[in-house]
T-cell receptor
Framework: GIQVEQSPPDLILQEGANSTLRCNFS?????LQWFHQNPWGQLINLFY???GTKQNGRLSATTVATERYSLLYISSSQTTDSGVYFC??????????????FGQGTILTVHP | NAGVTQTPKFRVLKTGQSMTLLCAQD?????MYWYRQDPGMGLRLIHY???????AKGEVPDGYNVSRLKKQNFLLGLESAAPSQTSVYFC???????????FGQGTRLTVV
């Protein structure tokens, strides 16, 4: 199946700073999602982005499917951005069809 | 529109006991998934279903059984709980295997 690697594993920021999180995947994908897991454990959908670029407020994401990576940008970070960010991907190939595979996550801590 | 609802939210079991976790979705999704999340790790797929009456094994299926008798419900069973099954369990659903997946709030299970 697809291997998903995220970097960096940990990230500490001061409020107001910008950051970029990266997700590399081992095969072509038809599904790429970014999630934020808040301190209460809830998984919140950020982006469904198998290709291209999307923006939602201070967050934006870009997936370059041909080069097998996706980036999540957080601008003007706030303490409420703290938590774990996961990317997950799936492809249409054989036994991997529809199996959403998660990376290990990036733990983001934003200090006031 | 409640989305994906998991029952119960918390549970403590003794080794050898059995239990069933219920996942319900009201979005008319075909695909449903059960994941487990252990400390410091991403989510790992236990079992999934591509439609009513179907189930398939994921990455870590041993010790679990599932059923999808109704399209809106996906049940995860532990026949004889073991301490290694202490984890947070997440259910998810999606319209197809390659569309955006939505997650429930999680079930924290402790086996003592």
């Amino acid at each position: 199946g697809i291997q998903v690697e995220q970097s960096p594993p940990d990230l500490i920021l001061q409020e107001g700073a910008n950051s970029t999180l990266r997700c590399n995947f081992s095969d072509s994908v038809n599904n790429l999602q970014w999630f934020h897991q808040n301190p209460w454990g809830q998984l919140i959908n950020l982006f469904y982005i198998p290709s291209g670029t999307k923006q939602n407020g201070r967050l934006s994401a870009t997936t370059v499917a041909t080069e097998r990576y996706s980036l999540l940008y957080i601008s003007s970070s706030q303490t409420t951005d703290s938590g774990v960010y996961f990317c997950a991907s799936a492809n249409a190939g054989g036994t991997s069809y529809g199996k959403l595979t998660f990376g290990q996550g990036t733990i983001l801590t934003v200090h006031p | 529109n409640a989305g994906v609802t998991q029952t119960p939210k918390f549970r403590v079991l003794k080794t050898g006991q059995s239990m069933t976790l219920l996942c319900a979705q009201d979005m008319n999704h075909e695909y449903m998934y059960w994941y487990r999340q252990d400390p410091g790790m991403g989510l790992r797929l236990i079992h999934y279903s591509v439609g009513e009456g179907t189930t398939a094994k994921g990455e870590v299926p041993d010790g679990y059984n599932v059923s999808r008798l109704k399209k809106q419900n996906f049940l995860l069973g532990l026949e004889s709980a073991a301490p290694s099954q202490t984890s947070v369990y997440f259910c998810a659903s999606s319209y197809t295997g390659l569309t955006e997946a939505f997650f429930g709030q999680g079930t924290r299970l402790t086996v003592v």
